[in-house]
């Protein structure tokens, strides 16, 4: 395993940087353990202090961060400033949160007095996806950093400079060396690090193969872990929904960065009455696509992250066609380069094509038609994946009811899903379990110690 940070869009080689030695892996634990015993005793005050210097750090470094996610992963630069943005929020939510929430709560009970405190566990080892660089590691590291954790990263192996830039600013913050570290480990050295008694959590988001893989190696350990893995999101459009907003929300949420999100409406499932007008209108849509270079204005679809990515998105809509499915290119061609793929509706996708209970990474929507409402649910609970979900109606009271029986982690209604610092994030079957972000996501790796004082025996 190496770690390259390569242009997918010029094929240039920015950066390569060699494999953790052993050695520096056993530092590093050492270094972060010994962080953490101080770090836990630092006063909260002092602790959140530091989340409020990172945000403006963020802030006042946006454009450079920014600039870098487009060019080490390829989506358009405006959705990876929107990725900044997002991450100065979690920063600065539990800046000035994170005090309030995890003070004692008291507990009624017929014991007597009762308190459960959020204490720190010790080490967190993250490992994190290529998808959104700096997102995915502030969803962890700020509510960690608060609780009063170590965090251990371990980042893709294509956003190398990524966490190089978060790690220092890190440091620029005040965060005391330990508290957080990026490694360059492999899965051999992930393994070890695991199973390390000093690690006292593990979160990774990524593949369910990764997951399962991760989730035994912790449960070996006794460790706990969060898991956040694939989706297949489905979007549940009725025949009361507003079109324009329907379609609107359909081009945006499935083809922002390239369809590489796991929360992107992956499945599109448009009841009979409202089908062949909302294909019809969903092709004009995305008719005006236009790929090219990531970090040009015009430029609409950037490349995918790297050339398996794009080859392994090319196989599936190979197998899907093979199976019977009907492709309906759209936009301006992309560029010939090997990380594009172009833009695909996917239509005629029955339960035996093998693309039906998969997810694709890539700006390829699944549209089905379905006869009902109950054919509509029906369909969007077959599935292996619960990650999220939305559903469109004018009638919101009803498409509230509609959302309450997918099967899924999160269901927005009327527009894409989406994260905000103060939700919590997280799916059920095969997209994983526990939660980031929120007060869910705060307390995730704190132990919740529950004190008991008896009334006194006169």
């Keep these: 395993m190496s770690y390259t940070s390569l242009n997918p869009y010029s094929g240039e080689v920015l950066l390569s940087v060699p494999d953790a030695t052993d050695a520096e892996i056993d530092a590093a634990l050492e270094t972060a353990h010994a962080s953490y015993m101080r770090w836990r005793a630092t006063p909260i005050a002092e602790r959140v202090a530091v ?3 990172a945000a403006e750090l963020v802030k006042e470094r946006r454009v ?24 100065q929020s979690i920063f600065d939510y539990y800046a000035e949160n994170a005090e309030h929430l995890l003070k004692p709560k008291p507990v009624a009970t017929v014991a007597g007095e009762a308190e459960v405190h959020f204490d720190p566990l010790g080490i967190v080892f993250a490992v994190e996806p290529w998808n959104a660089p700096f997102y995915q590691v502030v969803r962890v590291l700020a509510p960690q950093i608060a609780v009063g954790n170590a965090v251990i990263l371990k980042h893709a192996n294509i956003v190398p400079q990524c966490a190089q830039a978060l790690s220092q600013l890190m440091l620029d913050a005040g965060l005391p060396e330990g508290v957080f570290t990026n490694v360059y480990a492999t899965h051999a050295q992930s393994e070890r690090i695991i199973a390390d008694e000093r690690v006292r959590g593990v979160t990774l988001t ?16 006794l460790t706990k872990s969060v898991l956040e893995l ?7 459009v009725l025949d009361d929904a507003n079109l324009d907003l329907t379609v609107t929300c359909a081009a945006m949420g499935r083809m922002a ?24 209108r969903y092709r004009l849509a995305l ?33 899907a066609v093979d199976h019977g499915a009907t492709l309906i290119e759209v936009g301006e061609p992309v560029p010939d380069i090997p990380t594009f793929v172009q833009p695909t509706i996917l239509t005629g996708v029955e339960r035996n094509n093998p693309i039906y209970y998969q997810e694709i990474f890539g700006p390829v929507p699944m549209v089905f038609r379905v006869a009902d409402e109950a054919a509509a649910l029906e369909l969007a609970n077959d599935s292996p994946f619960g990650l999220a979900g939305s559903v469109y109606s004018e009638d919101v009271a009803h498409a509230q009811e509609v959302a309450k ?36 996501g705060l307390k995730e790796f704190a132990n919740q110690k529950l004190i008991v004082t008896p009334p006194r025996l006169e």
């Design 64 to 87: 450079e961060l920014g600039r870098l996610s487009t060019l080490e992963m390829g989506r358009l630069l405006g959705e990876s400033l929107r990725e900044v943005d997002i991450s």
């Design 230 to 236: 694939g989706g297949s999101d489905a979007m549940i």
């Design 287 to 319: 008719s005006g696509l236009r790929g090219g270079d990531p970090l040009a204005e015009d430029t609409t679809v950037g490349p995918l992250s790297s050339r398996a990515a794009a080859e392994r998105v090319k196989e599936q809509l190979r197998r």
């Design 206 to 221: 990524g593949s369910e193969t990764a997951g399962s893989i991760v989730a035994a190696q912790a449960g070996a350990a």
């Design 257 to 280: 960065q390239s369809g590489q999100i796991c929360i992107s409406p992956k499945r599109i499932i448009v009841v009979d009455s409202r089908y062949d007008e909302f294909l019809e």
């Design 51 to 53: 989340l409020a210097r």
């Design 405 to 440: 029986r997918i099967e899924t982690g999160m269901v927005w209604i009327n527009t894409p899903p989406g994260t905000t610092p103060d939700l919590p994030f997280g799916g059920i079957k095969r997209s994983g379990y526990g939660h980031e972000l929120g007060e869910a």
